[in-house]
């Protein structure tokens, strides 16, 4: 007999209604806390944790475990949502605090590790702390959960896992928009959907990039060996994987730019473009700009442009900071127009802008505040900066093409417009790619020559 929905604030009458408490952990308490005020001030989750007091006032492993719970809830959270919902009455209102606690505690039950007893049990007293009035129906809440979506999602994985994918599955595995699983199963084939479903809510490796223009990537090695934070030689040249990376936040490393905080996808990006120290560079999209240090570190010269006038000026400080500001020349400008940027260049590398599906896992907003409808216009974008682009790459020169999405309709269709069109005519592709490090985003990059 099927079990009828919870209405909020009804009686509690399910397993033991006495409910005897139990100590809420600090981790969880502050993954409340931080999960609801990303909530209330619409704020990046990361950038709240990062300048967060009650973080750094945990210890170590109660640190990891809230920044896991934050991360995850934010990234799960429409999924969850779902999850919460199907067990309430039609129409129900809860407490947004009450919700929030209800988000956290069932992305612990379902997604994480910790034995079943315990998530529920540490679940309940969360809500506990938003509502006293509230655990019991906490408590029904989650053992569903546990009782029921917990072997709905184990089952969903063992599916992907026998090669039998379903948009279905893809969404419970990732905890994925609808359209989003729909879109990732289309456009990266069957195998391709279950490994970005599988990785959506992994947290990425802590990775940073050697400053080529300060030091050699041995003496990078031996700042942050000192430092504490146990760097290993990443797969990219002059790349590092810290095993403890809180510890690089009080050296002023980073500040200095004496290392480089970076994907490692990203850092195989600039790689891949092979830019010489004899090269004249225009780097559109420019950001904050960590790939200009990259590229100009080891000598190109750069002209890099950036939209956004705040943004731009943050560059060009640590364009200073990084020791390769007489090498990069940081211009405000749009870059479908390019119109203050002048000559001719041997290398043009647009960084596009895009919706990001292949940062979840450091963007965990994206996912449920991306709409399918967002993505047309954002192709379209990046194939007029694609085409102003190419009006400056010089003959026999290079154009390459990057996101961080994983839709085809951002990455290849892009650049069979862009061949299609006049701009494009003179161009061949030489290579296009998909980045597949573990524990990284995901980029695409297209490298095309012109004749």
């Given at each position: 007999?099927?079990r009828?929905?919870?209405s909020?604030?009804?009686?509690?009458?399910?397993?033991?209604?006495l409910?005897p408490?139990?100590?809420l952990?600090?981790?969880?308490?502050?993954?409340?806390?931080?999960?609801?005020?990303?909530r209330r001030?619409?704020?990046?989750?990361?950038?709240?944790l990062?300048?967060s007091p009650?973080?750094?006032?945990?210890?170590p492993?109660d640190?990891?475990?809230?920044?896991?719970l934050?991360?995850?809830?934010?990234a799960?959270?429409?999924e969850?949502d779902?999850?919460?919902?199907g067990?309430?009455?039609?129409?129900?209102?809860?407490?947004?605090?009450?919700?929030?606690?209800?988000?956290?505690a069932?992305?612990?039950v379902l997604y994480?590790?910790?034995?079943a007893?315990?998530?529920v049990?540490?679940?309940?007293?969360l809500?506990r702390?938003?509502?006293?009035?509230?655990?019991g129906?906490?408590?029904?809440?989650?053992?569903r959960v546990a009782?029921?979506?917990?072997?709905?999602l184990?089952?969903?994985?063992r599916r992907?896992?026998?090669?039998?994918?379903a948009?279905?599955?893809?969404r419970r595995?990732?905890?994925?928009p609808e359209?989003?699983?729909a879109?990732?199963?289309?456009?990266l084939g069957a195998?391709g959907a279950?490994?970005?479903?599988?990785?959506?809510l992994e947290?990425?490796c802590?990775?940073?990039?050697?400053?080529l223009a300060?030091?050699?990537a041995e003496?990078t090695r031996?700042l942050l060996?000192d430092?504490g934070c146990?760097?290993?030689e990443?797969p990219?040249?002059?790349?590092?994987?810290l095993?403890?990376?809180?510890?690089l936040n009080?050296?002023?490393?980073?500040a200095a730019c004496?290392?480089l905080?970076?994907?490692?996808?990203a850092?195989?990006?600039?790689?891949?473009?092979g830019?010489?120290p004899?090269d004249?560079?225009l780097?559109?999209?420019?950001?904050?700009g960590?790939?200009?240090i990259?590229?100009a570190?080891?000598?190109?010269t750069?002209?890099?442009?950036?939209?956004?006038?705040?943004?731009?000026?943050l560059?060009?400080?640590r364009?200073?900071?990084a020791g390769?500001?007489s090498?990069?020349?940081?211009?405000?400008d749009?870059?479908r127009?390019?119109?203050?940027?002048?000559?001719?260049?041997?290398?043009v590398?647009?960084?596009a802008?895009?919706?990001?599906?292949g940062t979840?896992?450091?963007?965990?907003?994206?996912?449920?505040?991306l709409?399918?409808d967002?993505?047309?216009?954002?192709?379209?974008?990046?194939?007029?900066i694609?085409?102003?682009?190419?009006?400056r790459?010089?003959?026999?020169?290079?154009l390459?093409y990057s996101?961080?999405?994983?839709?085809r309709?951002e990455?290849e269709?892009?650049?069979?417009?862009f061949?299609?069109?006049?701009e494009?005519?003179?161009?061949?592709?030489?290579?296009s790619r998909?980045?597949?490090i573990?524990?990284a985003?995901?980029?695409f990059?297209?490298?095309?020559e012109?004749?």
């Amino acid at each position: 007999m099927a079990r009828r929905p919870l209405s909020v604030g009804g009686p509690f009458t399910e397993r033991n209604p006495l409910m005897p408490t139990t100590r809420l952990a600090p981790a969880r308490r502050t993954a409340l806390k931080l999960f609801s005020e990303c909530r209330r001030r619409e704020a990046r989750a990361r950038d709240l944790l990062r300048e967060s007091p009650a973080m750094e006032a945990l210890d170590p492993r109660d640190r990891a475990l809230a920044t896991r719970l934050v991360l995850g809830a934010v990234a799960a959270r429409g999924e969850l949502d779902r999850v919460v919902n199907g067990h309430l009455r039609a129409r129900s209102a809860l407490e947004p605090r009450v919700r929030d606690a209800l988000r956290v505690a069932a992305f612990e039950v379902l997604y994480l590790d910790t034995p079943a007893q315990v998530a529920v049990s540490q679940g309940v007293e969360l809500v506990r702390s938003a509502s006293k009035r509230a655990a019991g129906l906490g408590n029904a809440v989650l053992r569903r959960v546990a009782d029921e979506d917990a072997p709905a999602l184990a089952a969903a994985r063992r599916r992907l896992a026998s090669g039998a994918v379903a948009v279905d599955d893809l969404r419970r595995a990732g905890a994925l928009p609808e359209w989003l699983a729909a879109r990732v199963l289309e456009d990266l084939g069957a195998e391709g959907a279950v490994a970005y479903a599988s990785s959506a809510l992994e947290q990425l490796c802590a990775s940073v990039a050697t400053n080529l223009a300060k030091r050699s990537a041995e003496e990078t090695r031996g700042l942050l060996a000192d430092a504490g934070c146990e760097p290993s030689e990443g797969p990219v040249p002059g790349s590092f994987v810290l095993g403890r990376p809180a510890a690089l936040n009080a050296t002023g490393l980073v500040a200095a730019c004496d290392v480089l905080p970076c994907d490692l996808a990203a850092q195989e990006v600039v790689a891949s473009i092979g830019a010489t120290p004899s090269d004249q560079v225009l780097e559109v999209g420019q950001g904050r700009g960590t790939k200009s240090i990259l590229l100009a570190a080891p000598g190109a010269t750069l002209v890099s442009v950036e939209v956004d006038a705040k943004k731009s000026a943050l560059a060009a400080r640590r364009m200073e900071a990084a020791g390769v500001a007489s090498r990069v020349t940081c211009v405000c400008d749009d870059g479908r127009e390019l119109g203050r940027v002048e000559g001719s260049f041997d290398v043009v590398f647009v960084d596009a802008p895009c919706s990001g599906t292949g940062t979840l896992s450091r963007h965990p907003e994206i996912a449920w505040s991306l709409r399918e409808d967002a993505v047309p216009g954002l192709a379209a974008l990046q194939l007029g900066i694609l085409r102003a682009a190419a009006a400056r790459v010089r003959a026999g020169g290079r154009l390459a093409y990057s996101t961080c999405s994983v839709l085809r309709e951002e990455d290849e269709a892009v650049v069979v417009a862009f061949l299609a069109s006049p701009e494009g005519a003179g161009f061949r592709l030489a290579s296009s790619r998909r980045t597949a490090i573990p524990g990284a985003d995901r980029h695409f990059l297209a490298l095309l020559e012109r004749s």
